[in-house]
């Protein structure tokens, strides 16, 4: 099976990683910023290309959600599986007319750190059972904790994602902006944001609130 | 020097087994839940009074911040040095003719959690350098990370901790709030929260910053 992944951004390049990490081949990556891709090319040795898409039995999107709905055009392989990553976007945004899915990750990615691949839950959704128990198969290759979900489950997969990460982080921002204009050391801080995650994984975090701080 | 740690809490608690695991000694343990005393008392090893407050050199209010200004009227001597443990109010809440201080440790504690004691930052203040120096050298016994603090930079700090802690923790309840909606596992969003937190130790948040999820 040819499989091929489109974008050079974070998650692109974990996934890629991942694949490659667990001897699934790569075919290509394809996207528009070639600095990006050939760093990616370079270090995985994957063939890149920012102008021909090669022909695959399996393409994965994972570019932004603003430009998935673009990038899908260019598939014009009728025969093929395409699946994107995103979190909040419905399978149905793909435009063309190939089998469509979600290929969804649930983890941060920036490029720079290393991540555990085993740990991170994918969920998978796709237009009928062969194409989601290829999907799951491909997954489980790398993760333990794959699940075959549902459009309707997976938007509040990622809500509840959004308040943990995104939300989360925002207030990690503003209590270093705080810290900085005090030029408190942020250092100081981190076993108390260490310690306040620790406790969830162990007490319910509506009974792990205390008053302030 | 004798001390008294006043208190039956999380903070309390937590202090005292500081204290006894540094070897040094706590000479009463005060309060008004005798339930909870007799626990820590037995765990560690301290008398406890719910009504006679023993003659001491230091006393260590470690109640909630509404019940600190009560608590400290009950310390009739004059020649003793009285810190309390909150994070926002100033050392001048103590109401009494003894020398006032604050001896605030910057972590969330909670009864059933094992801590390392050596990491928590203290900050400390005093009506005068023998003072702070005393509640510096015993927190130095706990703690590799102790600082001289004032009411100004405190403040902050307490400030940046509630950003950092507190609202993060109610966003933790929020998004488990959603999961449980839906039936799924909280353990799920766990990778992901701890990669959300693990990256700020090498990356500003700010930078850390990805779209939603």
């Known amino acids: 099976m040819q499989t091929v992944i489109i974008g050079s951004g974070n ?9 490659i990490q667990n001897r699934i081949e790569i075919h290509q990556i394809f996207g528009r910023n070639e600095i990006e891709l050939s760093k990616i090319s370079k270090e995985l040795a994957i063939p890149y290309s920012t102008e021909n898409l090669a022909e695959a039995d399996l393409y994965i999107i994972a570019v932004s ?8 055009e ?25 089998r469509k899915a979600s290929f969804y990750p649930l983890q941060t990615f920036s490029k720079t750190k290393k991540l555990d691949y085993s740990k991170i839950p994918f969920f ?3 237009d009928d059972q062969i194409d989601e ?13 794959v699940e075959i979900s549902t459009y309707e489950k997976r938007k509040y997969i990622h809500l509840t994602a959004v308040f943990a990460c995104n939300f989360v982080n925002h207030l990690f921002a503003r209590a270093k902006e705080i810290s900085d204009s005090q030029a408190l ?8 944001i260490k310690e306040t995650v620790e406790k969830i994984s162990h007490i319910d975090p509506k009974s792990a609130q205390t008053g302030p701080a």
Chains 1, 2 share one sequence.
């Open 124 to 126: 998978i959704e796709a």
């Open 65 to 72: 959600d603003s430009a998935v709905e673009n990038v899908s």
């Open 185 to 192: 050391d942020f250092n100081y801080f981190l076993p108390l």
């Open 133 to 145: 128990k290829l999907l799951f198969e491909i997954a489980s290759v790398i993760s333990d904790r």
């Open 74 to 98: 260019f598939i014009k392989n009728d025969n093929a599986l395409v699946a994107h990553t995103s979190g909040s976007l419905p399978k149905e945004i793909l435009k063309g007319h190939y």
């Open 11 to 19: 998650v692109a390049y974990h996934l890629a990683k991942a694949f």
